[in-house]
């Protein structure tokens, strides 16, 4: 059995780091709006709010490293950054990077802008400026580290889940493979306990290799959701703590959400990773996405008209009842 933990990865570290933070920030009365969301509220004179959020792409980059491909793990980057800040209902304005290598490579450097770019164009947002730091010493030869920063603004009242009630159901949108988390957990199951190479052909599926896997990029919800924002009571990007970590940062108190694990398709990549790492099922659903990149709460049934007339594939995963915290069942 291999556990994020054993891979280097602390959950519940992480999560007594937020309350450190938190503490911190009030005692200096540094706090903002709605802390521990998605993104960062500012609230503007005229009412509107800007909303603000940075991530990375975590161990992600080591896969990108063995495969040296470099012209996808910037799109990564942006689509994680901006589905944070949309799930408050925020259009996307700019984004700025930070990228920090040991010795500057101008052909990894272009690859990662252009990834940069391509995904900014996509959602609708410019890149505002960024930072390059070349830190001879600090990083392996061919390594580099990369961080986002997006904001955008709702003219309005932001998405923050607060009109949840009981008997609303949890639709789940597809995810795109393991996305930005869980990798540290993915890299030693496959790599150390299953010695496969970088190229190697998965066992499932002999017409993909393991860096085709993952590196695919981040999935974006933005464009699919955008003009539906008015049928939409709430929103989780399910990212590093999977659904019950995410899912709980927008459910108002003495609300519990049931999530019926058989309501979706799981890819193939987390069932591979589940059975030969022997990684217990609770665990998993902390860990990875398990096939859902985004989870919304509508207003009423037209959501799921409107996503009907785009084509687009979702499954009711779930509903809202009375309690506290996530149960999967």
Same mark, same amino acid.
């Given at each position: 059995?291999?556990?994020?933990?054993?891979?280097?990865? +602390? $959950?519940?570290?992480?999560? #007594?780091?937020?309350?450190? /933070?938190?503490?911190?920030?009030?005692?200096?009365?540094?706090?903002?709006? &709605?802390?521990?969301?998605?993104?960062?509220?500012?609230? $503007?004179?005229?009412?509107?709010?800007?909303?603000?959020?940075?991530?990375?792409?975590?161990?992600?980059?080591? *896969?990108?490293?063995?495969?040296?491909?470099?012209?996808?793990?910037?799109?990564?980057?942006?689509?994680?950054?901006?589905?944070?800040?949309?799930?408050?209902?925020?259009?996307?304005?700019?984004?700025?990077?930070?990228?920090?290598?040991?010795?500057?490579?101008?052909?990894?450097?272009?690859?990662? @802008?252009?990834?940069?770019?391509?995904?900014?164009?996509?959602?609708?947002?410019?890149?505002?400026?960024?930072?390059?730091?070349?830190?001879?010493?600090?990083?392996?030869?061919?390594?580099?580290?990369?961080?986002?920063?997006?904001?955008?603004?709702?003219?309005?009242?932001?998405?923050?889940?607060?009109?949840?009630?009981?008997?609303? *159901?949890? /639709?789940?949108?597809?995810?795109?493979?393991?996305?930005? &988390?869980?990798?540290?957990?993915?890299?030693?199951?496959?790599?150390?306990?299953?010695?496969?190479?970088?190229?190697?052909?998965?066992?499932? +599926?002999?017409?993909?290799?393991?860096?085709?896997?993952?590196?695919?990029?981040?999935?974006?919800?933005?464009?699919?959701?955008?003009? $539906?924002?008015?049928?939409?009571?709430?929103?989780?990007?399910?990212?590093?703590?999977?659904?019950?970590?995410?899912? #709980?940062?927008?459910?108002?108190?003495? $609300?519990?959400?049931? *999530?019926?694990?058989?309501?979706?398709? @799981?890819?193939?990549?987390?069932?591979?990773?589940?059975?030969?790492?022997? /990684?217990?099922?609770?665990?998993?659903?902390?860990?990875?996405?398990?096939? @859902?990149?985004?989870?919304? /709460?509508?207003?009423?049934?037209?959501?799921?008209?409107?996503?009907?007339?785009?084509?687009?594939?979702?499954?009711? @995963?779930?509903?809202?009842?009375?309690?506290?915290?996530?149960?999967?069942?």
């Amino acid at each position: 059995m291999v556990t994020y933990r054993e891979a280097g990865v +602390d $959950l519940e570290r992480a999560e #007594s780091s937020v309350k450190i /933070i938190s503490k911190v920030l009030k005692k200096y009365r540094v706090s903002p709006e &709605n802390f521990g969301l998605f993104g960062g509220f500012y609230k $503007l004179p005229d009412g509107s709010h800007l909303i603000a959020s940075t991530d990375g792409v975590g161990t992600k980059l080591k *896969i990108a490293f063995m495969a040296e491909k470099h012209d996808t793990i910037g799109s990564d980057l942006v689509f994680h950054c901006t589905n944070d800040i949309f799930v408050h209902g925020a259009t996307p304005l700019f984004f700025l990077d930070y990228i920090a290598m040991g010795k500057l490579n101008l052909k990894t450097l272009e690859s990662l @802008i252009k990834g940069f770019a391509r995904a900014c164009n996509k959602v609708g947002c410019i890149i505002l400026g960024g930072e390059t730091a070349e830190m001879p010493g600090f990083y392996g030869k061919g390594e580099y580290d990369i961080v986002g920063f997006v904001t955008g603004k709702v003219e309005g009242k932001p998405i923050d889940g607060s009109d949840i009630k009981e008997g609303d *159901i949890l /639709i789940g949108l597809p995810s795109n493979g393991l996305h930005t &988390n869980g990798y540290s957990l993915a890299r030693r199951i496959i790599f150390n306990k299953l010695g496969l190479k970088i190229n190697s052909p998965l066992p499932y +599926d002999k017409n993909l290799t393991v860096a085709e896997e993952l590196l695919k990029i981040h999935r974006e919800y933005y464009t699919m959701l955008k003009d $539906l924002r008015i049928h939409i009571k709430g929103m989780a990007h399910i990212t590093g703590g999977g659904i019950p970590g995410n899912l #709980s940062r927008i459910l108002p108190k003495r $609300l519990k959400a049931v *999530i019926r694990k058989d309501s979706w398709e @799981i890819p193939e990549i987390f069932k591979f990773l589940l059975r030969e790492g022997k /990684i217990p099922e609770k665990e998993a659903y902390r860990v990875f996405n398990m096939g @859902i990149g985004m989870i919304v /709460i509508p207003k009423g049934e037209s959501l799921l008209h409107k996503l009907e007339e785009k084509e687009e594939k979702f499954w009711i @995963i779930g509903e809202v009842t009375k309690g506290e915290g996530i149960e999967i069942i």
